[in-house]
């Protein structure tokens, strides 16, 4: 955890290099002044799985956990593991489950966790594409066809052209992305395109247009788009900003504000290391409740700057989202 | 708890200002000797004319749930709480209930305003719990491929029913739970399935040793539906939906499944 203890020593102000060691140095988290408001959670909708943990096969310079082929922080999670949080998952009443990582295909477990789960209920796997060859595509088809529940993809690609995109994402990543997508199509999925909003407000027609045509020249002909807001957090700190010292939530901000729109208030993110609060958070120790999901029904608070970000923006982690 | 003895209920959801259906279920459940109707809400929308709804509904005593567009349309809020995130769904839901606001009387949104946020029955010794989207949320959206079953048996734990009858999506479809319960979703009638056919559907809950429940396919004259959608100046992509049965608009909230058996 040497890594951990590197990003969590850095202080506001320190300077930073884009180093593995200190790329992820958190965002200022408030440590004195007034007692940050507290999040319930109502129920738990959504369990999210950090099933590729945090190594990825690219690494993107806007990653808010910094995930790369080298960031061992959270590892894959086994199949046993994953089943031991579904089943807890029925007691509690979860509608639906997420996978993430780093880059959940990375986990060679995938196609088989992703069976367990749709036996239960719908799933989403948030991926950057790269290894959904035409195999596996069909390999998923087999496996959402044998179940009544939606099997979603969300593939991230940043940009409209190779370009645009492989300046945040590597080079490369965008003819391999691009390829991903046109498999899942191919076999009859509709991935939902996910663009992290690394540009003006005012280029966001352009953008949204951009990717409609993209989609459509490879023979996506109704794509789904969505667009989410930068986490000013991990790499994404030092690629553009961190949040400005007010970017926080205080308890004023809460009266008369839907905390549903909350992610944390619906939901909770189990790693091989334990449930987290949300997977925005997983860099940050006291974002960690419990070994079990029943145990991590805790309120939390939002101390922590990209709570700002969820706050402005609803749970921009969902697949249907403003 | 209102206690029902009849045999058969009928229970619709989504009017959606198609008053033609309305009329047209009214007929079909008199044909089927059924007397007692229930509607969970969504009375305006995509269709034209809306106060010509409300006489249907006092006429016939139909009992209804107040669902987001009568909570919005009642009190006057700039939109429909339909739930939907993508620009594009809430640019055509935005037409549709400016156009609905503007037209109905004030005394059909007095009403509207007045409506039950959900109505319990005791049905063939059931508990029946009849709500808008879910019992918790009125504008929560329950598709048959996003809803887990142990999901809806914690609800109907939760909310002390045996069967939950909900709408809001559109789309019908049903689940048998444990413990002999149920869960369905009757569809609407405002607007067909996106399946292809013009018809749309509601459902029969029976009673006899427990309860079944049954969806009925409805047909109405959808011609004149789209005649007048065109008359009122409403987006002909809704009357390309009555006439052909696909969905046009309000798309990007679909699961991918449900998303898939449409053609947009």
Redesign the interface.
Known sequence: MNVMQTRTAKREGDSVKLTEAVDSAPEQTRNNGPEPPSAPLHSLDTLWFQVGGTICNLWCSHCFISCSPKNHSFGFMARESVAGYLQESRELGVMEYYFTGGEPFMNRDLPDILADTLALGPATVLTNGILINERVARRLRKISDESIYSLEFRVSIDGVTPAENDKIRGKGSFDKALQGVKNLVDAGFLPIITIAQTWEECQGDRIFQGFTELMRSIGYTRPRIKVIPPLRIGREKVRARGYDRDETVTSEMMADYNDRLLQCTSSRTATDKGVYVCPILIDYPDALLSDRLSDSTVPYPLRHQACYTCYISGAICHNFSG | MQKITDEKIAVFGGVYNNYLALAALVADTKRRGITKLYCLGDLGAFGPTPDKVYPLLRENQIQVVQGNYDNSIGNGLNDCQCGY??PRDNHFAQISYDYTFANTSDEFKAWQRGLPKEIRLQFGGKRVLLCHGSP?QTNE?L?????????L???LSDFDADVVLATHTGLHWQRELTGDRLFANVGVIGRPENDGTTNVWYAVLSAHDGVDLEFVPLDYDYQRLAREMEDEGLPSEFAQTARTGWWTTC???L??????RGT?
């Not at chain 2, 598709?143 to 999901?151: C, I, K, V, Y």
């Not at chain 2, 699961?255 to 898939?260: D, N």
């Open positions: 995130t993508d918790r959206f598709w048959e491929s996003t809803t887990s079953n142990h999901f048996e914690k609800q798309l990007e909230i699961p991918v499944k449900e998303r898939l947009f």
